[in-house]
């Protein structure tokens, strides 16, 4: 079985209710949050800035799925009319968690409890961004299928989900979202390829999401190693979903391609060569990248920039 798989025991009892209190808490702030917060845009892509540009991590949440209702249910058109996208900016961003340089982020153990939040944290803060990856991709680039705008819809509404399982268990840890220090990394790509979706696709969702893949089976052996049972399920669903996730992104990316009757490997290459090549770590996950939509001419191509950086 390939180890991005989620074994079933964990994903039922991820998906069976929650403690008495913490699922009371999470339904109060949703009610307040709710009633504070109206997800009343009129199109598609108003409601995408209203989620960019929601601050409170709840607010967004709530919009996310809100939103994502709406549109399942028809109610959100893409309208061709809409203004055109303004500038990319920075999301909307609770005052914390502060905002450093990788290298400034401590290296912490999962031995103790502010270890392995620490690391909880940060998965929380990439998903949180990811919302607002979702969002972007949606809001900025226009007259594209409709199936183009479904996929990233559902995949904001995902890491909502995904954000808030992560939070709840900092929470239960006697930690919070904001507790530590964070990096802007992914949002820094997503500025770099604004100008272009096919450059958006290839390397934010299939380059630095997709680290995700290569990374988390690890993390979840030392996990279960320590008896973390209750996070090893949380990233054993967000890493099968995750599949799901980078798929969509190579999806689009050959859509792109093949508009513009370019090659898709060379192009991947070429786009590694321009943007990745210090973003870009090995080693990867090749049964998860293969399947979600990576050939073996583009697996090599990851490979061959990795053994790059490394020797230089």
Same mark, same amino acid.
């Given at each position: 079985?390939?180890? &991005?798989? $989620? ?15 913490? +699922? ?14 109206? @997800? ?8 995408? +800035?209203? =989620? ?8 967004? $949440? ?12 028809? /109610? ?37 409890? /502010? ?19 979702? &969002?972007?991709? $949606? ?10 705008? !479904? ?30 220090? @964070? ?6 790509? =997503? ?15 299939? $380059?630095?999401? !997709? ?45 792109? =391609? ?55």
């Amino acid at each position: 079985m390939l180890q &991005w798989r $989620v074994r079933h025991r964990h994903r039922a009892r991820l998906l069976r209710a929650p403690a008495a209190a913490a +699922q009371r808490r999470r339904e109060e702030e949703a009610a307040g949050v709710n009633a504070a917060v109206a @997800a009343d845009a009129r199109d598609l892509f108003a409601a995408a +800035q209203h =989620c960019l540009d929601a601050r409170d991590p709840d607010t967004k $949440v709530a919009l996310t799925h809100a939103y994502a209702r709406r549109f399942s249910a028809g /109610e959100l058109p893409i309208d061709p009319a809409a203004p055109a996208p303004a500038p990319i900016r920075m999301p909307g961003r609770p005052e914390r968690p502060r905002l450093v340089h990788p290298r400034a982020l401590p290296r912490r153990g999962f031995g103790s409890t /502010e270890g392995r939040a620490a690391f909880i944290h940060a998965i929380a803060h990439i998903e949180l961004n990811a919302i607002d990856l979702g &969002w972007d991709a $949606v809001y900025r680039f226009r007259e594209l299928p409709p199936g183009y705008y !479904a996929d990233w819809v559902r995949v904001a509404d995902d890491e909502a989900r995904h954000f808030v399982l992560l939070r709840d268990r900092l929470r239960a840890l006697g930690f919070d979202y904001g507790a530590f220090d @964070a990096h802007n990394g992914l949002w820094e790509m =997503c500025e770099k390829t604004a100008h272009d979706g096919m450059a958006r696709m290839a390397l934010v969702p299939r $380059v630095l999401e !997709a680290r995700g893949l290569d990374v988390t089976p690890g993390m979840i052996v030392k996990l279960r190693s320590l008896g973390d049972t209750d996070t090893v399920a949380i990233l054993e669903l967000i890493l099968h979903e995750e599949v799901a996730h980078v798929a969509a992104g190579s999806r689009w990316f050959r859509w792109f =391609c093949a508009r513009r009757e370019l090659e898709p490997d060379a192009t991947f290459r070429a786009l590694l060569a321009d943007y990745a090549r210090a973003v870009l770590h090995g080693p990867f996950n090749l049964d998860a990248r293969v399947a979600a939509g990576f050939s073996e001419e583009e697996l090599a191509a990851l490979q061959a920039v990795d053994a790059e950086r490394t020797q230089a």
